[in-house]
């Protein structure tokens, strides 16, 4: 998958292409990331990257034309013969929820631009023009989209074949059965008076699946009950779920 980034701070994606998941995928080919600055398309002395916003107030938007051109040699860079026109998305807090399933829509694109904004962001005709998503990481607003583009980069890298050693699955993850993910222990069993729970320790697989599973399932229904409105659960899960509510008596 390639993936190109505009962005007025490019030294920024050293934090993923340097580290863990993302910098191995990026190592091992599985991903190519690259940025593109609208620095690099500007003509004046001052290397000018915004403007005045039109009727007047606080702020400024992102000039037009160096990102206009820096959208179009981001395209370029990530293209592939013969392939669709790559898929431009902006991050922005105007911008539908992202989530699991976007992540994984995402990851199935073989190109990928992301626009990350800075100011109050970039002259709606651009928008129109050239972006095709708008996608947000949460409803509050940061200095700049590249830390939101770098967690789009992150949660999307997971699914992409081979991104994830055998230890580990993207598909087992929380939220890819749209339940929050149960409670995790390791070593040492007892550890500040507490104890692992037991079932845990008894070697019964199958015992441990269930109770993990209603662990999921209790902590989905009191801290995201929202996750559950018009899931269909499976029969398991009703039982289980129906379990819980009894003994809560919720
Ligand atoms: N919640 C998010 O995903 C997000 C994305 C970007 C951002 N800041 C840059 C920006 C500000 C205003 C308009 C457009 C972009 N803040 C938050």
């Known amino acids: 998958m390639r993936i190109s980034v505009v962005t007025l701070f490019p030294e920024m994606f050293d934090a993923i292409a340097d ?4 910098g191995r995928a990026l190592n091992e080919g599985l991903l190519s990331l690259e940025t593109v600055n609208p620095r690099d398309f500007t003509e ?5 990257v915004d403007d005045r916003p039109y009727g007047g107030g606080p702020g400024m938007v992102m000039k037009v034309a160096p990102l206009a051109q820096a959208l179009t040699a981001a395209r370029r860079a990530v293209a592939g013969q013969g392939e669709a026109v790559p898929r431009v998305v902006y991050l922005s807090p105007q911008g539908k929820p992202f989530n699991h399933d976007r992540a994984v829509a995402l990851s199935r694109e073989s190109a990928l631009v992301l626009l990350a904004g800075r ?19 949460g409803d509050y607003v940061l200095s700049g989209g590249e830390l939101a583009a770098m967690v789009v980069v992150d949660a999307l890298v997971r699914f992409l074949p081979g991104a994830l050693g055998h230890e580990q699955s993207a598909a087992e993850d929380s939220f890819a059965n749209g339940l929050l993910d149960c409670p995790h222990y390791t070593r040492p ?3 500040a008076g507490h104890r692992v729970p037991e079932v845990l320790l008894s070697g019964d697989h199958e015992r441990v699946r269930r109770w993990r599973l209603a662990q999921s399932l209790a902590r989905t229904l009191s801290r995201r009950p929202d996750l ?23």
């Not at 004046?44 to 000018?48: F, P, S, V």
């Not at 559950?228 to 008596?249: I, K």
């Open 119 to 137: 100011y109050e962001g970039i002259d709606e005709r651009l928008l129109e023009q050239e972006v095709d998503e708008e996608l947000s990481i």
């Open 228 to 250: 559950l409105e018009g899931r269909q659960l499976s029969d398991e899960q009703e039982q289980l779920l129906a379990e819980l509510v009894r003994e809560r008596d919720i």
């Open 189 to 191: 069993e007892v550890f």
């Open 19 to 22: 580290h863990g998941i993302t």
């Open 44 to 48: 004046d002395r001052h290397r000018t």
